[in-house]
C-alpha cells in the first residue's frame, strides 16, 4: 500500500528515518521508499558519469535499504560478499584443482551453513527430537528432556535465501572458469547488495549484471517507460489484487477451512494462486523497473506460468531465476539427464525436494517440492516413452493445449494448497471440504458476499491469460507516449492504489524465504 511521507520532518522524524523498524520494513510499495527513491535517483543522475562514486553510492543506500529491513544484520550481506569475493580471488589464484575444489566448498559451507543456521536449525531439532522419540517409544524409552519443542528464537535475516545463492553462483562460476573474478571488493558488494533484487530476487547472474555495472547508465524515453510501465503493473499486481483477495477472502479460507464449503475452498485454492503470482511476479515486476531506471537490464523472472501446458513448461515461465539457478547448479552437477533415464528422474526429484525446502523449513515444503519433483519426472518419462507426448509449447494441437493448461494449473494449485495451509492437517482439510463438502449451490451466495474478491479473481485471471500481443501492445503505448504522459499513468496507478489499500502493511510473501 501507498503510505504518505509526513511534512513534519522533526528530529524524532529523522530519528525514525534513519532507525530500524522491524514492524514497519522497507516496501516498494510504501510512500518512505518512493520519497527516498526519487532522492536517490537525483544524485545518482548526477554521479553517472563518475563510476567509482556511482558505484559506492548505490553499495551505501542498498546497505541503508537492506537495514531499514533487516536491521543489524546488514552486516551478514557484507560478510557474505566480503567471504566469497577473497575465496573467488583465491580460486583465480589456485592452479591445483584439489586446492581450487578445496575453496569453493568453502564458499559451499559458509553460504549454506548460514542458510541452515538462521533458515533450518529449529526444524532439524525439531525432526530430530521427533525422531528420538519415535526411537524410544519402539525400545520403550522414556522420552528425555520433554516432548514438546521450544524453538529457538532465531531472527531470520530478510532475502538470505536469495543474495546466499547469487553469492554462490558467483564463485561456482570462477570455479568452472567461466567468470573473471572482480578486483575490487567494492565492485563485488555492489553487485550482490544492488537494492532492486536484493529482498526478494530475481536471482541475477554475475556474468550478466557485472559488465552493467561499469558502463555509463543510459536511460531512454523508451527505457524510462518500459520501467515506469512494470513498476505499474507490479504496484497494481500486488497491493490492488494480491492484498486485497489475501485480506478479505484467502486468508480466512486458510485460516478455517472447515467453516467455508468446498467450493469456497476451491476458490481459495484459486485465488492464492492468483495472489501468490501477483505477490511475487509484482515485486520481480518492480525490481526489474526500478533497475532499469538504474540502467541496468535483468533477465524476465516470470512469463504467464498459468498459461503453460506442461509441468516442465511452467518451471520454465515461473521464478524463472530460480529455476535456472537449480537446473544449473545443482540439476547438472548432480548429472542431470547424462547418466540414464533412471537416474535423470531421481536428479529431478531431489532437486525439487531441495528446491520445496529453500522455501522453508517445513514437510508442507518439502512435500510440494515432491509433488513437482514427481509431476516432472512423469512428463519426462511421457516424452521419453510415448512420442505424442514430446510436442512443446506452440508445437501442441489447440485442444491438446487448453487439456494440457487446465491438468498442469490444477497440479499446481494441488501444491499451493500446502504451499500456503499454516500446517498440514490444515492443507488437507481445505482438500477434504472441496472433494466432501462442495456444496456448488452456495456460488450466487458466494458471489454477492464476495463481489469485489470475485471480480477481482476473474479480472486477475482474464488479464493473466490475455495474448501475449495485448501486453506488448500496452507496453508500447506507455513506452512511446511523452514523459511527462508516462508521469499521468503512475499517478493514475498510485491513487488506485490509495483507494483500494488494505488497512494494514502485508510484506511480500518471498520476503520470509
Excluded at 485460516?255 to 501468490?276: C, M, R, S
Excluded at 492437517?425 to 482438500?431: E, K, L, P, R, Y
Aim: net charge positive; hydrophobic share 50%; aromatic share 18%.
Amino acid at each position: 500500500m501507498i503510505h504518505s511521507l509526513p511534512l513534519d520532518l522533526s528530529l524524532e522524524r529523522l530519528r525514525a528515518l534513519f532507525a530500524y523498524q522491524p514492524e514497519s520494513p522497507m516496501l516498494f510499495s510504501t510512500g518512505l521508499f518512493f520519497f527516498l527513491f526519487i532522492a536517490f535517483y537525483i544524485g545518482y543522475r548526477a554521479l553517472r558519469h563518475t563510476t567509482t562514486a556511482r558505484i559506492l553510492y548505490v553499495v551505501l543506500f542498498s546497505l541503508y535499504f537492506y537495514y531499514k529491513s533487516s536491521g543489524v544484520w546488514f552486516l551478514l550481506l557484507v560478510f557474505t560478499a566480503t567471504s566469497d569475493f577473497l575465496i573467488a580471488r583465491a580460486l583465480a589464484a589456485t592452479v591445483r584443482p584439489a586446492g581450487r575444489k578445496a575453496w569453493v566448498t568453502l564458499s559451499l559451507v559458509i553460504n549454506l551453513g548460514m542458510l541452515a543456521y538462521f533458515k533450518y536449525t529449529n526444524f532439524l531439532l525439531q525432526t530430530l527430537l521427533a525422531i528420538g522419540q519415535s526411537m524410544g517409544s519402539w525400545f520403550g524409552v522414556a522420552p528425555v528432556g520433554g516432548t514438546v519443542y521450544e524453538p529457538l528464537d532465531i531472527f531470520l535475516p530478510v532475502g538470505i535465501s536469495f543474495f546466499t545463492f547469487q553469492s554462490l553462483s558467483y564463485t561456482i562460476d570462477v570455479y568452472r572458469g567461466e567468470l573473471q573474478p572482480l578486483r575490487r571488493w567494492i565492485d563485488y558488494l555492489f553487485y550482490v547488495s544492488f537494492f532492486p533484487g536484493l529482498v526478494a530476487g530475481p536471482i541475477v547472474r554475475a556474468r550478466d549484471f557485472i559488465p552493467q555495472m561499469f558502463r555509463t547508465p543510459v536511460v531512454t524515453r523508451e527505457t524510462l517507460g518500459e520501467g515506469l510501465y512494470l513498476i505499474i503493473c507490479g504496484l497494481l499486481k500486488k497491493s490492488v489484487i494480491s492484498d486485497y483477495i489475501s485480506v478479505n477472502f484467502v486468508d480466512r479460507i486458510f485460516d478455517a477451512p472447515t467453516l467455508y464449503t468446498g467450493l469456497e475452498n476451491l476458490v481459495g485454492a484459486y485465488g492464492y494462486a492468483l495472489q501468490i503470482y501477483c505477490d511475487f511476479s509484482g515485486y520481480s515486476d518492480m525490481a526489474i523497473g526500478i533497475a532499469l531506471l538504474l540502467g541496468i537490464r535483468f533477465n524476465t523472472n516470470f512469463d504467464s506460468p498459468y498459461q503453460s501446458a506442461t509441468i516442465t513448461e511452467f518451471w520454465r515461465r515461473w521464478h524463472i531465476s530460480l529455476s535456472t539457478w537449480l537446473k544449473d547448479y545443482l540439476y547438472i552437477s548432480l548429472g542431470g539427464n547424462r547418466r540414464g533415464r533412471v537416474r535423470t528422474y531421481v536428479n529431478l526429484m531431489l532437486t525439487m525436494l531441495l528446491g520445496g525446502l529453500w522455501h522453508g523449513a517445513s514437510g508442507r515444503f518439502i512435500l510440494w517440492g515432491g509433488l513437482h519433483g514427481a509431476a516432472l519426472a512423469v512428463h519426462k518419462f511421457m516424452m521419453n516413452h510415448f512420442p505424442s507426448f514430446r510436442p512443446t509449447g506452440d508445437t501442441m494441437s489447440p485442444l491438446r493445449r487448453v487439456c494440457g493448461v487446465l491438468i498442469t494449473f490444477h497440479v499446481v494449485c494441488f501444491g499451493w494448497i500446502f504451499f500456503r495451509a499454516d500446517t498440514m492437517a490444515t492443507g488437507w482439510d481445505v482438500i477434504r471440504q472441496i472433494f466432501t463438502a462442495f456444496h456448488p449451490e452456495v456460488f450466487s451466495q458466494f458471489v454477492v458476499g464476495y463481489t469485489e474478491v470475485f471480480l477481482l479473481i476473474l479480472g486477475g485471471y482474464a488479464i493473466h491469460f490475455m495474448p501475449r500481443v495485448v501486453d506488448t501492445t500496452v507496453r508500447g503505448w506507455v513506452t512511446q507516449s511523452p514523459t511527462l504522459v508516462q508521469a499521468l499513468y503512475l499517478t493514475v496507478a498510485i491513487i488506485i492504489v490509495l483507494q483500494l489499500k488494505s488497512a494494514d502493511i502485508v510484506p511480500f510473501i518471498y520476503f520470509q524465504f
